[in-house]
């Protein structure tokens, strides 16, 4: 092989160049050359190799390099590679060793199935130069596969008549395997009636016939089981097997008979539609349709047909209408059973109907009274009805029970009749209708009963008083109403009924009673307010009303109407101290070197009103000096805002402004002139003598004001220090806790000197002068008969003459009259009204003419 392969290697190179030089190198000339060149080589060299079956896969098939007697190393250069015919590649060429191997478990039955040979081809490509080697692999059969049958089980029919030796073909069976592993033979199990015979066609396939050997019996032996065996040539053999099931057919030789020539049957009634009543059975010992039954009805009582429906086949009866025992109680049927040859015979079927309770109780109302008064005595006749139960026995007897505990009762009179009487008194005002549930019952083992419903209806009488829904009605009116003003309702309720509960209302008014202000409306009973009322003089009033029913005797209730006036803000203050009936402001008298915080003058006022419209706060409306004094909003003392100077003017006129805070506020203002004077010696003469003063020239406080801004823009430092230094001041003023205000003048010590605290003013009898004049320092004062201490803290100012009052003296002593102020509980018109309507001011603290015992 090797010396073949060189001289065709020398014969390839020469003809390719001389194809080379005669084509002036056409490639297309050259690959076709180069073709025919490969097949002409390859038709030269070919390779032949066998394979069992059924190997695994990289199973060896021979080794290419050693049979084309080349090197492995040669195989790789010439990149050689196999390629299998068809579309599935079968083989694998390991280069580096020149080994082919399968790729996969090849199966000869699914590649070549029955052919005797299976041989796959394949070729192997080499470069370099380009080499074509054909191969061959002839794949060994295995014995891998049995005899197989198409069908488990075959059914022949046979008729008994059936000549013998007749043959019946059977199905052959199937093997995959060839040659002597494919299908050899076909044995039968050992039996009397049957043998198999074999046959082969012309293409060799062989197939079993079965022949019949003895006559066949029916009656002896209806269905014969054969065992089919089919075998291999293999040693040992495989074997595959079939069931062969012969039934033998009969002829028509038996008429059908009934189990029984009378079927009797109990049926309740009521049964459903479809229910089952009985099975008919006749018996044929043939077969096939010879031995096939069919029912039928020939006779049956009138209306029996309807009720029943007979299966012809399986001869079943069943319900196909309603059963009732009260219409008809017995049923009888004449079945017939004809077999498929026409053969027939019959029997009779008798249904006896059974009662079930399936009706209830009637109940037929004969007479009702649809009402009856309240005041009916007992065992009063009601209604009067009958029961009565279509059902037979005990299923038609029946006992009747009223549902519910109920002041009712039933009596039996005659046949299936009962009465409906009471058995106590009624209240309609209790229970103003009652629904009877007359229930009747039967006896039946499933008891049903009927349920008839009665409305009775309890007349009214007249034997309730109406009734207040409140013992007290409470209702508010505000002051200034206008007339006829509806403020709420009374109402009352009667248990009666119709005229019985109709309630009107009335005002009780005693004999020579005034015309009240209030006015109620006799239908609804809403309250109106017939005037306007003043809450300063009437607060509240309290009357009677009284609710009359409309029936006859007509019953009554009364009840309390007590209704409150509400305060409105129609009163402004009336400020009593600084008294302004003169036109003329209150004098005050302040020391020059009076501090801080000095208390100069009271302001005291009253507002008629009640609540949050007599809450008074006071404030200065305007003043000759606004930085000097100060006001307190709640308690209306005056003080010092600062400390007197030798700067501020002698006379000072403050007007004081009192609002309440009622909605809208209400207010009023008083004027309070005020004198800081050196000495006391000549405050009557300046109080009296000189003119008050003149109001500020406004235009000439803008100017000031100007240049007063035109200073701080040049010395803006020194103003913010300043500035700085009020924002301080001001906001240790805001942290000071104010007083709470009062909720009523009279009921509080806010806004008044503490209760414990009392001021006495000494003056000389015959004084015509409300003013004071102090001639020297003020000595302690003590009422006559207290010693010091004893009493409680007063503070007394002492009018005296020089050299006319020695230490010690009291003012009763001195022949003046004290005046007293006790700003505690008398209000400030008492104490004005004590103190001859002269009121002093004064602060124990911060004022050296006031001695604090």
């Not at 209306?303 to 299966?311: P, Y």
């Not at 100077?645 to 209400?666: K, T």
């Not at 009422?783 to 003459?801: F, Y």
Request: charged share 25%; aromatic share 6%.
């Amino acid at each position: 092989m090797p010396a073949s392969r060189e001289t065709s290697d020398r014969l390839l190179w020469r003809g390719m160049e001389w194809n080379g030089r005669r084509s002036g190198g056409s490639p297309r000339q050259v690959i076709v050359f180069l073709l025919c060149v490969c097949v002409w080589q390859s038709a030269a060299e070919s390779l032949r190799y066998s394979l069992a079956e059924e190997m695994e896969r990289d199973s060896l098939v021979g080794n290419i390099a050693q049979d084309l007697g080349l090197a492995p190393s040669q195989l790789a250069a010439r990149k050689a590679r196999v390629v299998s015919e068809g579309s599935q590649q079968l083989f694998r060429l390991n280069p580096s060793s020149g080994v082919l191997t399968a790729k996969e478990t090849l199966d000869r039955e699914e590649i070549c199935s029955q052919r005797e040979t299976c041989t796959l081809y394949f070729k192997v490509f080499l470069d370099n130069p380009l080499e074509l080697i054909r191969g061959e692999v002839e794949l060994l059969d295995v014995n891998d596969n049995s005899p197989a049958f198409p069908e488990k089980e075959m059914v022949l029919e046979i008729l008994e008549t059936t000549p013998l030796g007749s043959r019946f073909l059977l199905k052959r069976a199937r093997d995959k395997d060839v040659g002597s592993y494919g299908l050899q033979n076909y044995s039968l199990e050992s039996n009397s009636h049957f043998s198999i015979s074999v046959k082969i066609r012309d293409d060799g396939a062989k197939y079993p016939e079965l022949v019949l050997e003895r006559q066949l019996d029916r009656e002896e032996q209806p269905e014969i089981n054969l065992l089919l065996t089919a075998e291999d040539g293999d040693s040992p053999p495989k074997s595959g097997t079939a069931q062969i099931r012969i039934v033998v057919l009969d002829a028509n030789d038996n008429t059908p008979m009934f189990s029984r020539e009378v079927y009797q049957v109990l049926l309740d009634e009521n049964r459903p539609p479809g229910q089952l009543v009985e099975r008919i059975v006749a018996t044929d010992p043939d077969e096939g349709s010879n031995g096939k039954v069919q029912y039928t009805f020939t006779e049956t009582s009138e209306g029996s047909q309807q009720l029943f429906d007979l299966n012809p086949d399986t001869g079943e009866i069943r319900v196909a209408g309603k059963l009732d025992f009260e219409e008809m109680k017995k049923h009888e049927m004449i079945v017939k059973a004809t077999d498929g040859g026409g053969l027939f015979s019959h029997c009779k079927v008798q249904v006896n109907i059974l009662d079930v309770n399936d009706n209830a109780p009637e109940i037929q109302l004969t007479s009702h009274a649809a009402s009856i008064p309240e005041d009916a005595p007992p065992r009063t006749v009601v209604a009067l009805f009958s029961v009565w139960d279509q059902d037979d026995g005990d299923n038609g007897r029946t006992e009747c029970t009223i549902e519910g505990d109920l002041p009712f009762t039933l009596t039996p009179t005659f046949d299936n009749y009962y009465e409906l009487r009471t058995s106590a008194a009624l209240d309609r005002e209790t229970t103003a209708e009652y629904n009877l549930s007359i229930r009747a019952t039967d006896w039946g083992q499933r008891r049903l009963s009927a349920l008839e419903s009665l409305w009775v209806q309890v007349g009214d009488v007249n034997d309730n008083a109406p009734a207040f829904s409140q013992e007290l009605y409470s209702l508010w009116v505000t002051e200034n109403n206008r007339p006829m003003v509806r403020i709420g309702r009374v109402q009352a309720s009667d248990a009666d009924a119709g005229s019985n509960a109709r309630v009107q209302y009335a005002l009780v008014r005693g004999e020579g009673a005034e015309q009240p202000a209030l006015s109620v409306n006799a239908e609804s009973g809403e309250v109106y307010v017939v005037r306007a009322l003043d809450y300063e003089r009437l607060r509240a009033l309290e009357v009677r009303v009284r609710a009359t029913d409309g029936g006859w005797p007509a019953l009554s209730a009364q009840a309390v109407l007590r209704v409150l006036v509400r305060d409105e803000n129609d009163n402004a203050p009336v400020v009593l101290h600084p008294g302004g009936e003169s036109g003329a402001g209150a004098g005050e008298l302040v020391p020059r070197w009076a501090p801080a915080g000095y208390l100069v003058a009271k302001v005291v006022a009253v507002d008629a009103d009640a609540g949050q419209n007599a809450w008074l706060s006071y404030e200065l409306a305007k003043a000759t000096e606004p930085g000097l004094f100060r006001l307190g909003p709640h308690s209306g003392e005056l003080r010092t805002a600062r400390a007197v100077a030798e700067r501020d003017a002698p006379r000072h006129s403050l007007v004081v402004l009192v609002r309440d805070r009622g909605q809208p506020p209400r207010s009023a203002s008083a004027t309070l002139a005020v004198a800081l004077l050196r000495d006391f010696s000549d405050a009557h003469a300046s109080l009296a003598h000189d003119p008050p003063p003149h109001e500020p020239d406004h235009t000439l406080t803008l100017y000031l004001i100007a240049c007063l801004a035109c200073v701080s823009a040049l010395c803006l430092a020194t103003g913010l220090a300043a500035l700085l230094t009020k924002l301080r001041r001001d906001r240790r003023k805001r942290a000071e806790p104010l007083p709470t205000f009062p909720t009523a003048v009279a009921d509080s010590d806010a806004g008044s000197l503490p209760r414990s605290l009392v001021y006495d003013v000494c003056l000389a009898t015959g004084t015509l002068s409300s003013d004071f004049r102090f001639l020297g320092p003020f000595l302690p004062c003590f009422p006559a008969g207290v010693p010091p201490g004893a009493a409680p803290q007063r503070i007394s100012l002492c009018s005296q003459e020089p050299n006319n009052v020695g230490e010690g003296d009291d003012c009763s002593a001195q022949g003046r009259a004290p005046i007293s102020e006790d700003i505690g509980p008398r209000s400030a018109e008492e104490a004005s009204a004590a103190n001859g309507g002269v009121e002093l001011n004064s602060n124990s603290d911060q004022n050296p003419w006031l001695t604090h015992q």
